[in-house]
């Protein structure tokens, strides 16, 4: 039987949860109950301990921030947590396979804490756990804080690389407390664009802003439904882990088997009844990845992980759910990508022959879609909370925002690769290899591209007049049928009501 600590809970107790927030009002207290009569039964008992049970009290916060190499940020990550409007009750960093300075800057905070907000006292403890070799990496460390948080009723992960805006704990838990059907609550992701110098930091930040952004508000405006509980910030409820544990026959949470234990962990708490949800105003701020090896095997490991998850069939101990309902914003984002790569490399080919045997007449109405999609990107950019002339930039200017079109093209197709060819490679591994500037698998993709145009020119020089006529004359209907489709689902987007939200 486990101890816990006086005022902790276990998950299986039933108790009105409330938030320890100068927004939430003062602790409301049940009304008064009529004396018992003295206790003659096992029925007397019952009703005593039901009534005891139902006492409201507040809330209790485990925050775990697993950490590999993050000797430049968890110093931030750390202070950020310790600035919060609400402070977690307790604070354990879990270091693994590193090789850096990590343990000595975390080691720095360890101890007690204490914090005043409006008359409030909040305390808290940071703990250092160094695990040295673990060979299940982060889901080994999220694991292991999940087991010192035992007793809690809610566990924070936070990734060692990230920053938390100063009132993200406070309404984390003020939107869990109000809602205890959510099993999982998901800040709302960006990147601190003015900690990076350089100018291809810079394109690559304002793509991944613009991508978080698009990411955040298409579940904004799904009812705040959440396909995927991130492990950069998300809060969870300690009884739908539990539930999660024992629908699965798991002795712990996170799973290794998949590329994305998050996405895993996410499906597996909506099968247990509960939601996952977006919150409507909390955020945190990721690390991002400043050159494109780096960001190469950071987007084909995601890229790699959701395609496991959706597609049918048994793969050791994972099954693809392809009718899971919080997977259904992935298959859109994976056929819009086959849209995207067969409008643009058609076209380009397209071009390439028409202009070959002098057959290319410019029509002004080819200026639409890029224009509809240059509008849309610079919406989504005035819908960021955080917004700044490089965001708007980006958007305006189209030519950035269609250059890292094609860069997570090749993420896409690298993925795709990868799962179709059972390649059994270990992109934990590989993207920690990306981050330290080894590898050249982010190169693969240009060359693919490099090779497909070229075989296409020589295939198409191969031909007689009349069939590259023919070929023409076939390509260019398709094409235009294509494009109106992707274009009618951007003004879709474009003209939809984003209903106050910020991203």
């Known amino acids: 039987m486990t101890d816990l600590s006086p005022g902790l809970r276990r998950a299986t107790d039933r108790q009105i949860l409330l938030p320890r927030s100068s927004k939430a009002g003062p602790l409301a207290l049940p009304p008064a109950t009529p004396q ?42 750390i202070k950020s947590l310790l600035a919060q409007t609400r402070l977690p009750d307790v604070i354990h960093v879990i270091i693994n396979n590193t090789d850096d300075d990590t343990p000595e800057i975390a080691r720095s905070f360890e101890g007690r804490h204490t914090r005043t907000v409006k008359g409030e006292d909040f305390h808290t403890v940071v703990h250092v756990h160094d695990m040295g070799v673990n060979p299940d990496k982060k889901v080994g460390a999220l694991n292991y804080g999940y087991f010192l948080s035992r007793g809690y009723d809610y566990v924070l992960g936070v990734d060692g690389d990230t920053t938390l805006a ?33 100018a291809m930091a810079r394109f690559l930040i304002a793509g991944q802003r613009a991508q978080f952004a698009a990411f955040n508000m298409d579940n904004l405006l799904r009812g705040r439904n959440m396909a995927v509980l991130g492990g950069q910030c998300s809060l969870f409820n300690m009884r739908a882990l539990e539930s999660v544990m024992i629908r699965h026959h798991q002795q712990a949470p996170w799973v290794r088997d998949s590329e994305v234990e998050d996405s ?95 057959a ?20 989504l950019a005035l819908a960021m909370k955080d917004k700044s002339a490089s965001d708007l930039l980006y958007a305006a ?22 799962f179709l060819a059972q390649s059994d490679k270990d992109n934990w591994a590989a993207q920690a290899n990306a981050e330290k500037g080894k590898g050249s698998a982010y190169v693969m993709p240009l060359v693919v591209l490099v090779a497909i145009i070229g075989a296409g020119i020589f295939a198409w020089t191969q031909q007689s007049i009349g069939v590259q006529s023919a070929i023409l004359s076939l390509g260019w209907p398709i094409l235009y ?18 209903r106050g939200f910020q991203v």
């Open 36 to 77: 018992l009569a003295p206790l003659e039964s096992i029925e007397a008992v019952a009703g005593e301990l039901a009534i005891a049970s139902h006492t409201p009290r507040h809330a209790t916060i485990s925050c775990i921030i697993p950490c590999y190499n993050e000797q430049d940020t968890i110093a931030d990550v």
């Open 166 to 198: 100063r009132d993200t704990v406070e309404r984390l838990e003020l939107e869990m407390t109000d809602d205890p059907r959510i099993g999982g609550l998901s800040a709302i992701y960006s990147i601190d664009k003015n900690r990076f110098k350089g």
């Open 264 to 358: 895993k962990l996410s499906l597996q708490i909506k099968d247990a009844g509960y939601s996952t949800k977006i919150s409507a105003s909390a955020r945190a701020y990721v690390g991002p990845m400043t050159n494109l090896r780096a960001l190469h095997g950071q987007q084909v490991k995601w890229n790699f992980g959701a395609i496991d998850l959706f597609w049918p069939g048994q793969r050791g101990d994972n099954k693809g759910q392809p009718m899971h309902p919080n997977l259904r914003l992935r298959w859109y984002e994976n056929i819009a990508m086959c849209f995207n790569i067969a409008s643009r490399l058609g076209f380009i080919l397209l071009l390439v022959a028409a202009l070959s045997i002098h």
């Open 360 to 379: 290319f007449i410019f029509n002004p109405i080819w200026l639409i879609p890029p224009v509809i999609a240059m509008l849309l990107n610079l919406r």
């Open 397 to 418: 200017l189209a030519l950035p925002a269609e250059l890292y079109m094609w860069i997570r093209m090749g993420h896409f197709v690298s993925a795709w690769t990868q």
């Open 481 to 498: 049928i294509a494009t109106i489709a992707q274009t009618v689902f951007m003004m879709r987007k474009m003209f939809r009501r984003h």
